[in-house]
């Protein structure tokens, strides 16, 4: 099994709140999730670490594979949340479109960002300070294998952190990420958390991007995910003030650990 899921794909229907929670309950092979709170990290740093750690997942797996076949006990699989923030960059997966960034080499200089062409599915997004990053790297099979359900659990996570902030937010039919005025209908629907996933054999990498105190100005430089009618915002843009960062981390973990039945390690 082997996919990638971004922003830019529909997935099922929202799951309930009700539903996220029973997920939790279902028993898994280990649930202890070591975490790394980085600050801020270059992207490529990020991205290379996040290929190391899913390569020495993915070789417990195959080696697991060869143990039982033998008879003999399986070793536990790791699983990894890295939260940081990158310098501008943006990025594009592998079916996203270049022309969706506006700026060229010059442009992109001028502005001090760069550009990757990384391997999620979907289209261009940014990343820059203010924004926080979750790269969670986790083996499904300690939880729950479906990968749809995996969104819909990260997507309920920051659902359940802005409306501690007093900010009411959801899912949109047919695209995957978090909004505000996301009723169908709705006059101004302005996306405030992207989330790109790949996952191999039921190992994840990449994840959500959520906009703290993000410069929206960056996303004027490209479509972002190729949706041209809806706006973007951040979390900053919608209260009025700037917000902490660590506190907003910090009040993300509980929420993910309990949707997903785990429990942190540093």
Not at 96 to 117: S, V
Not at 173 to 184: K, P, R, S, Y
Not at 243 to 264: D, K
Request: net charge negative.
């Amino acid at each position: 099994m082997d996919s990638q899921l971004t922003t830019c794909v529909s997935g099922p229907a929202a799951a309930s709140d009700a539903s996220l929670q029973a997920a939790a309950g279902q028993a898994g092979q280990n649930r202890v999730v070591r975490l790394e709170q980085m600050g801020l990290v270059p992207y490529q740093t990020a991205w290379d670490y996040q290929e190391t750690l899913l390569a020495a997942t993915l070789a417990i797996k195959t080696q697991n594979r060869l143990v039982a076949e033998a008879g003999q006990l399986l070793a536990p699989t790791p699983n990894h949340l890295l939260l940081c923030q990158h310098p501008p960059v943006y990025t594009l997966g592998k079916s996203g479109k270049p022309e969706h960034l506006l700026l060229d080499e010059q442009g992109l200089q001028a502005h001090g960002a760069t550009f990757h062409r990384i391997n999620r599915g979907g289209d261009i997004t940014y990343h820059g300070p203010g924004q926080l990053v979750g790269y969670p790297i986790l083996d499904l099979e300690n939880f729950f294998t479906d990968i749809h359900r995996y969104l819909r659990v990260l997507e309920e996570a920051v659902i359940l952190l802005l409306a501690e902030y007093g900010l009411r937010a959801g899912r949109i039919a047919g695209l995957t990420g978090v909004w505000l005025d996301f009723e169908e209908g709705a006059a101004n629907p302005r996306k405030i958390c992207a989330l790109g996933v790949k996952c191999s054999r039921w190992v994840t990498m990449h994840g959500f991007a959520l906009n703290v105190n993000t410069d929206l100005s960056y996303f004027g430089y490209i479509v972002p995910c190729g949706i041209t009618d809806k706006a973007v915002t951040s979390m900053q843009q919608e209260l009025g003030r700037e917000v902490s960062l660590p506190e907003v981390e910090n009040r993300l973990l509980p929420h993910l650990a309990t949707l997903l039945g785990a429990e942190y390690v540093a």
